[in-house]
């Protein structure tokens, strides 16, 4: 007894297309999750972890004072060039103040770079120097009359 759906038999031609998209899916998958790990990774460490939790209220009480005060910065990077834009509780730019950024790359811990801006415009402040391209973690230092906020941003720089 023969019949039009017997089972075809396995060839090597099959088993090479199973094994090379078997193969070619996990490699697929593994060079999808390297890029995604690579361009979101904020690369936030501690040196001790306990330490840290224990000066987490410090940290939350500093946070809250400095929000009372209202100061807001964001940061960019035209042209490679860092600069940050600074306005006070109103919304208007806070001039004379004395602006830091403090710059860790997020995959290269030892690449730690601290960068003091000029006052381009009331509240406008720009570094001298452009920065190397990729990806920034920034803490905005903000000092003015006794007073400091620290605000954190991330930058991107893109080639020119």
């Given at each position: 007894?023969t019949?039009?759906?017997?089972a075809?038999p396995?060839?090597g031609?099959?088993v090479?297309?199973?094994m090379v998209?078997?193969?070619?899916?996990?490699v697929?998958?593994n060079l999808?999750?390297?890029?995604?790990?690579?361009?979101?990774?904020?690369?936030?460490?501690?040196?001790?972890?306990y330490?840290?939790s224990?000066q987490f209220?410090?940290w939350?009480?500093?946070?809250?004072?400095?929000?009372?005060i209202?100061w807001?910065?964001?940061?960019?990077?035209?042209?490679g060039?860092?600069?940050?834009?600074?306005?006070?509780?109103?919304?208007h730019?806070?001039a004379?103040?004395?602006?830091?950024?403090?710059?860790?790359?997020?995959l290269?811990?030892?690449?730690?770079?601290?960068?003091?801006l000029a006052?381009?415009?009331?509240?406008?402040?720009?570094a001298?120097?452009a920065?190397?391209?990729?990806?920034?973690?920034?803490?905005?230092?903000i000092?003015?009359?006794g007073?400091a906020?620290h605000?954190?941003d991330r930058?991107?720089?893109?080639?020119k």
């Amino acid at each position: 007894m023969t019949s039009d759906t017997a089972a075809r038999p396995i060839t090597g031609r099959k088993v090479l297309f199973g094994m090379v998209g078997f193969f070619g899916v996990v490699v697929a998958v593994n060079l999808t999750m390297a890029t995604l790990a690579v361009g979101s990774f904020t690369g936030v460490v501690v040196d001790n972890g306990y330490v840290a939790s224990q000066q987490f209220n410090r940290w939350i009480a500093r946070g809250e004072a400095e929000a009372a005060i209202g100061w807001t910065a964001a940061a960019g990077a035209p042209g490679g060039v860092p600069e940050v834009v600074v306005t006070d509780a109103l919304g208007h730019p806070l001039a004379g103040a004395s602006v830091t950024l403090h710059l860790h790359h997020p995959l290269r811990a030892d690449d730690a770079r601290r960068v003091t801006l000029a006052e381009a415009a009331p509240g406008r402040y720009a570094a001298a120097a452009a920065l190397p391209r990729g990806q920034w973690e920034a803490t905005i230092a903000i000092a003015k009359d006794g007073r400091a906020v620290h605000v954190r941003d991330r930058l991107l720089v893109q080639p020119k």
